[in-house]
Structure formats: C-alpha cells, structure tokens
C-alpha cells in the first residue's frame, strides 16, 4: 500500500473517536511519558501544540512548563525549529498551528527528550507523518541527540509501515 492510502485508512480510524475519549487517551499517554526515566531526568523537552487529530498535548505542556525548559516548533518555510514555550506568546502559525513568537530559539544539541506525534508508528519505532519531512529533516540535523518518544492513540499502531531512506524512527512509542 502507498503512504497516502496508509495515512487515510489511519485517519478513518480516528475519526470516530469522541473528543473525551481522546482526551482519557491524551491523559493516558502523557501520564506514561512523564513516568519515563528519560522524561524525569530531561531539562529541556520539546513537545508540539496538538492538531485536532493527534494526543492532547496542552495540558501536559501547561503541566510541565514551570518544571523543565519546554520548547515547540515553529514552521520557517521548508524547516522546523524549536523556541522556548511562552503560554502568551503562543499565536496561530503554518497549517494554523499555535507556534511560539518572540521567543528564544533552542538548539537542537540542547533537546534532552522530543515528543514526536505523527499519523501512523510500529511499535518498534517506525513512523508515519503527513508527508512533509518536517520531523524527519530536524531529526537529521547535526548536533540532534535527544531521546525521541512517538505518541499516538492505539488505532494509529499498525504492523508494518513502508519507509524510505530519510525517514526516521522514534527510539519509544508510548500509545493508548
């Protein structure tokens, strides 16, 4: 099957989930992220702000941001970077995704732990996004170390998912 077919059957799948049980779901996953080692020990975790389809993330970032350096992308054409979350500088940004403004950049050596969602994983790690290499392009940077913990809900889990030579595999998958 193609990546485009994959990535419609998945998002079939998840249509019919209703919004509380995404966020029992969201609040499942992200309670076994910050049981993770990896988690506790991190300074600087970089998250991202949820689209409609994918786990919750708001609430773990409003949860977390006073203890560790939390840090979101933000869309700069072709690539992606990471700024520091500030909840009042948070505006609407590529494919109106709240993305920080008027923040500091963090480097990507600086990243301890990076919570990666995308449409589709194995549980071994390999992933699915929508196409547009966003994650897989700063995951290949140089200087690029963190811990990388894919989540999804457990409808997005499939067997098997084709990859291409850029593509990059998470270290964990956390699900519900």
């Given amino acids: 099957m193609e990546k485009q077919q994959i990535r419609e059957i998945l998002r079939s799948r998840i249509t019919h989930i209703s919004a509380e049980q995404r966020t ?22 970089a998250l991202y702000a949820a689209l409609p389809d994918e786990p919750q993330s708001q609430e773990f970032i409003t949860e977390w941001h006073d203890h560790k350096r939390i840090v979101l992308p933000r869309v700069e054409g072709d690539t992606m970077q ?19 403004q008027g923040c500091e950049p963090c480097p990507p050596e600086e990243i301890d732990v990076m919570i990666v969602p995308g449409v589709g994983f194995t549980t071994e790690g390999k992933r ?37 030579p850029h593509d990059k595999a998470v270290d964990k998958v956390i699900f519900a």
Avoid at 87 to 95: E, L, T, Y
């Fill in 128 to 164: 699915m996004g929508r196409g547009k290499g966003f994650y897989d392009r700063y995951l290949a940077q140089r200087g690029f170390h963190a811990t990388t913990i894919g989540v999804c809900l457990k409808e997005q889990i499939l067997p098997a998912i084709p990859t291409n």
């Fill in 82 to 100: 990471f700024y520091d979350y500030r909840p009042d500088r948070m505006q609407s940004g590529a494919f109106g995704i709240n993305e920080p």
């Fill in 24 to 45: 029992l779901a969201s609040r499942e996953i992200f309670a076994k992220v910050a049981a993770l080692p990896e988690f506790v020990e991190a300074r600087v975790v």
